[in-house]
T-cell receptor, first 118, second 116 residues
Framework: AQKITQTQPGMFVQEKEAVTLDCTYD???????LFWYKQPSSGEMIFLIY??????QNATEGRYSLNFQKARKSANLVISASQLGDSAMYFC???????????????FGKGTLLTVNP | GAVVSQHPSWVICKSGTSVKIECRSL??????MFWYRQFPKQSLMLMAT?????????EQGVEKDKFLINHASLTLSTLTVTSAHPEDSSFYIC????????????FGPGTRLTVL
């Protein structure tokens, strides 16, 4: 069963507008972590934002914020004031297993291709 | 600056040959290293995890005799694709974790392998 679901294969947004990229996850663990990564065409994975399952406040990093709704098991990424350079693939990921455990790993969603139009 | 380097950034080889990809931590000693594979327009799939002082743990469906992982030191991990075939052509990305108490992973820039 898919553990990370990104339902939007592609999204378009006008420059300077905000955009929300959806992510839902499935886990029975109490402790987990949620990540968003950006992958431009060059291929590198750029860390954007992190939310721990016990964090009560939604994470924010500059223009990125994570809308964490634990009961709904969703962790949507909000990008404010989109820029042309934001055009890239965006992956939601979840850490499974305990941080100090041998079964620690990241599982990635299928990604959303964001295109920012001028 | 970059925290993780990978070498080479791209490689083309003939079918049947072996290819070694290096992943280096530039800023810290990595207790855990991960290798991922990404086919075009697909997500990252974890291939294996290697922890300091122990052998790599491979994900289900990944042939450990084909994809040899050596956690040579706390700053170097190598992935060797043995007897490469065209279906092994992919983007290989490593990531590092600085300690067991952190969720932060640092990714390398990736290596694009093309097997002819």
């Amino acid at each position: 069963a898919q553990k990370i679901t990104q339902t939007q294969p592609g999204m378009f947004v006008q420059e300077k507008e905000a955009v929300t990229l959806d992510c839902t996850y499935d886990t029975s663990d109490q402790s987990y972590g949620l990540f968003w990564y950006k992958q431009p065409s060059s291929g590198e994975m750029i860390f954007l934002i992190y939310q721990g399952s016990y964090d009560e406040q939604n994470a924010t990093e500059g223009r990125y914020s994570l809308n964490f709704q634990k009961a709904r098991k969703s962790a949507n990424l909000v990008i404010s004031a989109s820029q042309l350079g934001d055009s890239a693939m965006y992956f939601c990921a979840m850490r499974e297993g305990l941080m100090g455990g041998s079964n620690y790993k990241l599982t990635f969603g299928k990604g959303t291709l964001l295109t920012v139009n001028p | 600056g970059a925290v993780v380097s990978q070498h080479p950034s791209w490689v083309i080889c003939k079918s049947g040959t072996s290819v070694k990809i290096e992943c280096r931590s530039l800023d810290f000693q990595a207790t855990t290293m991960f290798w991922y594979r990404q086919f075009p327009k697909q997500s990252l799939m974890l291939m294996a995890t290697s922890n300091e002082g122990s052998k790599a743990t491979y994900e289900q469906g990944v042939e450990k005799d084909k994809f040899l992982i050596n956690h040579a030191s706390l700053t170097l991990s190598t992935l060797t694709v043995t007897s490469a075939h065209p279906e092994d052509s992919s983007f290989y990305i490593c990531s590092l974790r600085s300690s067991f108490s952190t969720d932060t992973q640092y990714f390398g820039p990736g290596t694009r392998l093309t097997v002819l």
